[in-house]
């Protein structure tokens, strides 16, 4: 009877050992999984500046910072993968409520602003699905900060818009590219030192 009950014992140790085994293994497929469908995506994004203008330096968009401009920036999420993502916030550099920068991130009807979390940059909240094989568009806003940095000439961060999203229940982030140029025009403020990206 002993020698039946341990070879019970370890019938049911050997099953539950199998089955954290089969845990494991799917928890480090799913993680591998997650990673492959993050990989497939990529985002870019371009400014429309209605009467403000924007050109060109050193092949990127720079948007000509003059007293209260206004731009809608217009980020690509691209999703080349077998899964969707979807996106849930929008991070930018040196637009938040801390920066020195003679740009500020702006709320939209659909996309509160605020900050990230233990940084200064801005953050958007945002709530985009990006189905399959497809790509779509999220918009923020940014404008003129009055008290900013003046460079007397052109200022840049890169990079500088950073998506978070959600693929396969895991989160994950993708940086465009692009930096933000501003091409600045007054005589450089002595009060604010430039960040020098």
């Known amino acids: 009877?002993?020698?039946?009950?341990?070879?019970?014992?370890?019938?049911?140790?050997?099953?539950?050992?199998?089955?954290?085994?089969?845990?494991v293994l799917g928890a480090i497929g799913w993680v591998t999984w997650s990673a492959?469908?993050?990989?497939?995506?990529?985002?870019?994004?371009?400014?429309?500046?209605?009467?403000?203008?924007?050109?060109?330096?050193?092949?990127?968009?720079?948007?000509?910072?003059?007293p209260g401009?206004?731009?809608?920036?217009e980020i690509r999420v691209v999703n080349?993968?077998?899964?969707?993502?979807?996106?849930?916030?929008?991070?930018?550099?040196?637009?938040?409520?801390?920066?020195?920068?003679?740009?500020?991130?702006?709320?939209t009807d659909s996309s509160p602003v605020g900050r990230a979390p233990g940084s200064a940059d801005a953050r958007w909240e945002v709530d985009v699905t990006v189905p399959a094989h497809a790509s779509r568009v999220v918009t923020v806003t940014v404008g003129w900060r009055e008290d900013g940095c003046n460079a007397g000439g052109y200022v840049s961060t890169s990079?500088?818009?950073?998506?978070?999203?959600?693929?396969?229940?895991?989160?994950?982030?993708?940086?465009?590219?692009?930096?933000?140029?501003?091409?600045?025009?007054?005589e450089r403020r002595d009060r604010t030192v430039c960040p020098e990206e």
């Open 69 to 73: 401009w206004r731009c809608d920036v």
């Open 1 to 23: 009877m002993t020698r039946l009950l341990a070879t019970r014992t370890q019938v049911v140790l050997l099953v539950l050992a199998l089955v954290a085994a089969l845990g």
């Open 80 to 107: 080349d993968g077998g899964h969707e993502v979807r996106v849930t916030d929008v991070t930018a550099r040196m637009v938040g409520t801390g920066s020195t920068l003679e740009a500020r991130a702006l709320a």
């Open 36 to 66: 492959r469908a993050a990989a497939s995506v990529a985002a870019d994004w371009s400014p429309t500046c209605g009467d403000g203008r924007v050109g060109r330096h050193e092949g990127e968009p720079a948007i000509w910072s003059r």
């Open 159 to 186: 990079p500088w818009v950073t998506v978070h999203f959600e693929a396969l229940s895991r989160d994950h982030r993708v940086t465009a590219p692009q930096p933000l140029v501003l091409r600045t025009f007054d």
